[in-house]
């Protein structure tokens, strides 16, 4: 029998023991199976999801307890137990249409009420934290917020198929007020803050009536998987642009330098697609149901959120909170009727109806 060279067997070890991130989707592994039963979760209590032969390959999205999470043929996720003899690296990297490739929509257009809007071309993404970025969070922050970012895994690649257009601001007091005729912000004085404390009931009823206005329904707000593809503007590091958390106040108001509360938009700098205070300001609602398991079971192409739970996402952080919940991968959840004062939103617009 031909033995493995030394640093082979170390490998083996470390991703064993759990001392080594998992690879990500984009590896290639061969799974020696010493139990033929894939599970629900990493252990033998999860119900049973399938069997699968020895040796078969997979894609490995997390390692937790000496279990490997893969991604089945037939899209669904679960957890297996086996030994990695063999890692093979595949090109990484996001991708979307090039930005000079001629497409029958305008790249930027300002609507009736003065709200901006950027054109998000089609592409495909790693959705998610890896385990190296959240044993980071944790080690900075504490154990107890552990359980709060694993929401954040399994990462997993997503397909956005169709480009849309996304606001270029989060939408402000002064475009609600031409809307609705109120403007329910606690922190007032200037009409370009974001507006804030409104629903996502809210939300769906300013939707309705500017669509009424303009007469069509083009006007929406962004899936989970649609938010974090435009925030990460093809980026693959923990803000869009970069993992330096010093440099976020280049780009965010945070509870460093908001000096506790929200202001005017786009005073700080955008990321790589134009879009300004997609890290902090206000959080921002997405169209999404919540479920802490959902990244589990997403579908790859056009993943469109739970579709049990009444609580909806919120995505990109705010003025209150600290760097670490304004990362790109963070998500957090509000039953549709809560109202926060740090908490707004962008409008997306689907392009097929065009400008």
């Known amino acids: 029998m031909r033995s493995w060279p030394a640093c082979r067997w170390v490998l083996l070890v470390l991703l064993l023991v759990g001392f080594l991130p998992a690879a990500s989707s984009a590896d290639t592994v061969t799974v020696t199976v010493s139990r033929g039963n894939v599970r629900a979760g990493p252990g033998v209590t999860h119900r049973v999801l399938t069997s699968v032969p020895q040796g078969a390959t997979f894609s490995i999205l997390a390692t937790k307890q000496g279990w490997h999470q893969i991604r089945l043929d037939d899209g669904r996720n679960g957890w297996i137990a086996g030994s990695i003899v063999r890692v093979e690296q595949e090109p990484r990297g996001l991708t979307a249409v090039p930005a000079n490739q001629p497409t029958p929509w305008p790249k930027t257009f300002r609507n009736s009420i003065g709200m901006e809007f950027m054109l998000i071309p089609a592409g495909d993404f790693m959705m998610g934290s890896t385990p190296a970025e959240i044993d980071h969070v944790v080690q900075s922050f504490g154990e107890f917020i552990r359980r709060r970012v694993e929401r954040e895994m399994p990462q997993h690649r997503v397909q956005i198929s169709q480009p849309f257009y996304l606001g270029k601001y989060e939408v402000t007091q002064a475009q609600w007020q031409e809307v609705m005729g109120n403007n329910p912000s606690y922190f007032t004085g200037d009409p370009n803050r974001p507006v804030e404390r409104v629903s996502w009931d809210d939300v769906q009823e300013f939707i309705q009536k500017l669509n009424a206005k303009e007469g069509g329904a083009k006007y929406r707000l962004p899936t989970e998987a649609e938010w974090e593809y435009a925030a990460r503007a093809l980026s693959s590091t923990v803000y869009s642009f970069g993992d330096d958390e010093s440099r976020l106040a280049e780009y965010a108001w945070y509870n460093r330098n908001s000096r506790m509360g929200t202001h005017p938009v786009g005073r700080l700098r955008p990321n790589a697609w134009g879009l300004y205070d997609m890290h902090g300001n206000v959080w921002e609602w997405v169209q999404d149901r919540y ?65």
């Open 291 to 355: 479920g802490r398991d959902y990244y589990e079971q997403s579908p790859t192409r056009n993943p469109q959120g739970s579709v049990v739970g009444a609580s909806r996402v919120v995505r990109g952080g705010g003025w209150l909170v600290g760097a670490w919940n304004c990362r790109a991968a963070i998500r957090y959840y509000h039953a549709p009727v809560y109202r926060g004062y740090d908490l707004g939103f962008r409008l997306a617009r689907s392009v097929a109806l065009g400008p």
